[in-house]
Each structure stands twice: as C-alpha cells, then as structure tokens.
C-alpha cells in the first residue's frame, strides 16, 4: 500500500480525480493519507472530508520565518506516515531544504507539455492564455518528480490536448484537465505504487 498526502490551493478537481480513482478501484494499492492546503477554506478540503479523509490547512502566514513552515509541514507529512506527496495545484514554491528531504518522493501537475509554458510564474490561467498568445496548435499536460527547480525535474508521463478554433484559456483548461491531467495523475501514482518507476 503506497500512502500519499495530497497537498493542494484551490478546488481540488486533481485530488478528486485521485480519490475516483481509488474508490474505482483502478488505484488499490494507494491510500490517501492526508491532504494539506495552504489556504484555509480550500473546496479541496471539503472534497477530502466528503470522503472521509483527513484534511488540514497548514498556513506559511502563520510562521515568521518560511523554513519553520516547511518544518512544520513535513513533520506534518511524516507524522501521517506519508510515502509520496503529490503536488495537485499547490500553489507554494517547495523550499531547497524541504525538497531535499523528500527527493524522489514529491511528483507534480504541471498543466502544459514541459519544457513549453512551464517554469517561474507558470501557473493557473497564464499557463493557457501564453500557450494561445503563442498560437500552438497542441498544448497538455506533464507529470514530473520535483527537484530545487521550478518544473524541471525527471518527467513520468506526459498527454497532448488540441487547440481548438475559439479558445479562450477557461476553456482550454477545461479541456487540458479533463483530456489530460485527470488521467495521467492518477497513473502516474500507479505507475509509483506498483514500481514501474523509481521513487528516488
Ligand atoms: C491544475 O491546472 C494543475 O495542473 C495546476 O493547478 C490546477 C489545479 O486545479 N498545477 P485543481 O485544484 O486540481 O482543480
């Protein structure tokens, strides 16, 4: 059985494909230990209890110094007896010192085809309205460990979406979610939990 904690910002439709998958049946080995939000009031949160799983926010704006929160974090993680931690639109940039700890252990969404649309200020809606700006015709998403870098660590699967005439970037990432990350999230943990890939 491979234990992950979820850590998330936001809606949490990553982390309910993660908990679809489990409760389907396509995830039997994995168990979702806890989930861990930055920001209180988090939908994330109310999804995790709606399924019986323990769920907590942890807030950098409740320490002084940013490494006591990174401490208090992985005391958290480790406490829950958490194997792997799945970034899932967790909008917190991970410390040195914090990756370090858990190398090889940490794996995040990433909505475009990395290297494209990816690194410093990448996220959320910006990924999309650049990928449009830019005028590609192919956009999708990646599933990649997480090292010191932003977005540069060993990618374990990636899934193209089209473009489409008339796009906007709400609409486009719709698509890139439903087409793409809710499907290579949850088999990325597969592919972890049942050692088709190397955690560190
Ligand atoms: C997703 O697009 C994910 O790729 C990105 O942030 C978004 C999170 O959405 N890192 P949700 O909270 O899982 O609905």
């Not at 930055?38 to 320490?63: M, Q, T």
């Not at 794996?107 to 990395?114: A, D, F, M, T, V």
């Not at 410093?120 to 460990?145: P, S």
Request: with cysteine; aromatic share 6%.
């Amino acid at each position: 059985m491979l234990k992950i904690a979820v850590l998330v910002s936001g809606g949490g439709t990553n982390l309910q494909a993660i908990i679809d998958s489990i409760e389907g049946g396509k995830l039997d080995n994995v168990r979702i230990v806890k989930v861990i939000s930055n920001k209180e009031g988090a939908y994330a949160l109310e999804r995790a209890a709606k399924h019986g799983i323990e769920g907590i926010c942890i807030s950098p704006k409740s320490f002084g110094e940013r490494a006591d929160y990174f401490k208090a974090l992985s005391e958290e993680l480790k406490n829950a007896g958490t194997e792997l931690i799945v970034l899932a639109g967790f909008l917190v940039v991970l410390s040195s010192d914090f990756v370090r700890e858990w190398r090889g252990r940490i794996i995040n969404i990433h909505p475009s085809l990395i290297p494209s649309f990816c690194g410093d200020g990448y996220y959320g809606l910006r990924v999309h309205e650049k990928a449009l700006e830019r005028g590609v015709k192919v956009t999708g998403a990646t599933v990649h460990f997480v090292d010191e870098g932003t977005d540069t660590g060993p990618i374990i699967l990636q899934k193209a979406v089209n473009v489409e005439d008339g796009d906007t970037p709400e609409i486009l990432q719709k698509r890139v979610m439903e087409q793409a990350e809710w499907i290579i999230l949850p088999q990325a943990i597969r592919m972890i939990a049942d050692g088709s890939i190397k955690t560190s």
